[in-house]
């Protein structure tokens, strides 16, 4: 019952009780593809998924994950920084932008994101978010990369102004090992 609970399901559960077929969504950390794929199904075939990622592997293994599960249609994958999303999509024109900050699982250890870019990639994805957007955040950090980036995030989302943006963060109290954590963002309706 609880290995139901991962960080993953949590924000899992929370895009399939949010996105809606027809909806734009970005996976702006693609990994190895499977929010790229998940995000897929959500939106259907009159729906569009952008993915990117740093690392060509990833953009590759993206890829195939999507031709696999017949989305090559829908989701559309670019080897970018995801603080470049902007020259992708439109200011509010997506419904739901989706990150998964550290590694990637199965990759190089050392090879992770960091605050320099995250921070500003979050920044952009708001404005691209539409009102009413969600924006979808797992953090796994500790290991190589530290605590760094989680800190910066932390303290960057903290400091959204609550007029415009509700801020939800879930931690596991009773987890060890610096177990990773679902942030969710909500852009409010003006």
């Not at 024109?93 to 605050?115: E, K, M, Q, Y």
Request: net charge negative; proline share 4%.
């Amino acid at each position: 019952m609880f290995s139901e609970w991962s960080a993953i399901d949590i924000v899992h559960k929370m895009l399939k009780n949010t996105v809606k077929p027809g909806d734009f969504c970005i996976d702006a950390t693609a990994g190895n593809g499977h929010d790229t794929v998940f995000l897929c199904e959500l939106v259907g075939k009159k729906g569009k998924v952008l993915a990117m990622d740093i690392q060509q592997s990833a953009v590759d293994s993206t890829r195939a994950n999507l031709a696999e599960h017949g989305f090559s249609e829908i989701g559309e994958v670019f080897c970018k920084s995801h603080s470049e999303m902007d020259e992708l999509a439109e200011p509010e024109s997506a419904d739901c932008v989706v990150f998964n900050f550290g590694w990637l699982p199965g990759g190089d250890h050392d090879i992770f994101t960091r605050a320099e870019t995250s921070v500003p990639a979050i920044k952009k994805a708001l404005d691209i978010l539409k009102p009413g957007g969600l924006l979808s955040l797992c953090l796994y950090y500790g290991r190589n990369n530290g605590y760094s980036e989680r800190d910066a995030i932390l303290e960057y989302l903290a400091g959204l102004d609550s007029r415009y943006y509700a801020v939800m963060k879930c931690d596991f109290l009773n987890r060890k090992n610096d177990p990773p954590f679902p942030i969710f963002v909500v852009k409010e309706k003006i």
